[in-house]
């Protein structure tokens, strides 16, 4: 069954450093999504991705954040300088484009990010 | 506006006991999609279940069923005689297309504590 990866699946850097996190999507889902997870909390929307460029982002997805598809296989979250408020999980999601395929995200194992 | 609402921030069971989670959404769509989500202490999203607005047919799977009520707003999850492997926070999830991103939109879980 496809899947959606991420790597790596965990992180550790130093505030202010900028971060990369990959995702492979699957093959034929046209949409795309980041998610975090602060630890102990719930899963917070930050940014959905739809024909190279952003369709709607939350407030926790300001100027510090940005995304890119730089390929067509991977879907990237890029934190400019991180904060300590930045350690969470980081999800990725895909989905298809019609039908029921609408409201159905496919989830990636997360990567696990650590600012020191 | 979306949002939904897990009340159990906590229940802890004794193995074999029968325990129910709650979820109350609230949306302003008439085509929606609810979810629930199993995050075992590594991490992962786990999907469990996804059932539509127009479907509320109680729904079994093994140990686990699922009462969706549009009446009250609730799509509750039930586990029968509970293991101490059902151990893991569960969240129920919400999407809509309202926004146009169907994006998810998650309550705040409900850990679960399954005691030998």
């Known amino acids: 069954e496809p899947e959606v990866t991420q790597t790596p699946s965990h992180q550790v850097t130093q505030m202010g450093q900028e971060v990369i996190l990959r995702c492979v999507p699957i093959s034929n889902h046209l949409y795309f999504y980041w998610y975090r997870q602060i630890l102990g909390q719930k899963v917070e929307f930050l940014v959905s991705?739809?024909?190279?460029?952003?369709?709607?982002k939350s407030e926790i997805f300001d100027d510090q954040f940005s995304v890119e598809r730089p390929d067509g296989s991977n879907f990237t979250l890029k934190i400019r300088s991180t904060k300590l408020e930045d350690s969470a999980m980081y999800f990725c999601?895909?989905?298809?484009?019609?039908?029921?395929?609408?409201?159905?995200?496919?989830f990636g194992p997360g990567t696990r990010l650590t600012v020191t | 506006a979306q949002k939904v609402t897990q009340a159990q921030t906590e229940i802890s069971v004794v193995e074999k006991e029968d325990v129910t989670l709650d979820c109350v959404y609230e949306t302003r769509d008439t085509t929606y999609y609810l979810f629930w989500y199993k995050q075992p202490p590594s991490g992962e999203l786990v999907f469990l279940i996804r059932r539509n607005s127009f479907d509320e047919q109680n729904e079994i799977s093994g140990r686990y069923s699922w009462n969706f009520q549009k009446s009250t707003s609730s799509f509750n999850f039930t586990i029968t005689a509970s293991q101490v492997v059902d151990s893991a926070v569960y969240f129920c999830?919400?999407?809509?297309?309202?926004?146009?991103?169907?994006?998810?939109?998650f309550g705040t879980g409900t850990r679960l504590k399954v005691l030998a």
């Open positions: 999830a919400l999407s809509e297309g309202y926004s146009g991103t169907y994006k998810y939109i």
């Open positions: 999601a895909s989905r298809g484009v019609t039908g029921e395929k609408l409201y159905e995200q496919y």
């Open positions: 991705f739809y024909n190279n460029e952003i369709s709607e």
